[in-house]
């Protein structure tokens, strides 16, 4: 049986996801409309992963012998400035994530539970993984600053990275 506390801290932890699944789906939507296909199509693909990191969650605690809680979600941003404000919204985002990530596993330490400490050491590696590449995509930005031609092959690129569409099909 799941320890109450591990199981509360799990469940905030399937909010957190699935706030990030949407978030990244009205920035996905931003972008497609706004001229950023590549952006869009690695926008939405990356709301994909935040759902499987959500039904991830689910699946732990309902086979642990918990029950998990199906979250209602904020409406999130829909207005944006430009591609430098989305990603630099997604870094903040993220660090958020992996502060309540830390949590979660702080709570499995205090409770001894070392069954869920383990599982979650895959959330701990993804958001190193995630935050790099936030970083790796706002330097790129950066670089490019108001070059619309490089904003372009930016664009066009962006739709392969990884964490992008191949990432989320197969099932990372
Ligand atoms: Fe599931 Fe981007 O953290």
């Given at each position: 049986m799941l320890n109450k506390k591990v199981e509360k801290a799990l469940n905030d932890q399937i909010k957190v996801e699935a706030e990030s699944s949407h978030a990244y789906l009205a920035m996905a939507s931003w972008a497609e409309i706004n001229g950023f296909p590549g952006a869009s199509t690695f926008l939405y693909?990356?709301?994909?992963?935040?759902?499987?990191?959500?039904?991830?969650?689910?699946?732990?605690?309902?086979?642990?012998?918990?029950?998990?809680?199906?979250?209602?979600?904020n409406q999130p941003d829909k207005d944006f400035k430009n591609?430098?404000?989305?990603?630099?919204?997604?870094?903040?985002?993220?660090?958020?994530?992996?502060?309540?990530?830390?949590?979660?596993?702080?709570v499995c330490l205090k409770e001894k539970d070392y069954t869920t400490h383990n599982f979650m050491q895959w959330y701990v590696s993804e958001q190193i993984e995630e935050e790099t590449l936030a970083h790796h995509i706002i330097d790129q930005l950066n670089l490019i600053g108001n070059d619309k031609g490089a904003l372009y092959f930016f664009d066009r690129d962006i739709a392969t990275l990884k964490g992008g569409p191949q990432a989320a099909t197969a099932g990372k």
């Open positions: 693909a990356h709301s994909d992963e935040e759902r499987m990191h959500m039904l991830k969650l689910i699946k732990f605690v309902n086979d642990r012998g918990g029950k998990a809680i199906i979250p209602s979600v591609l430098q404000n989305i990603f630099n919204l997604l870094l903040s985002h993220e660090h958020a994530v992996t502060a309540a990530i830390n949590n979660v596993v702080d």
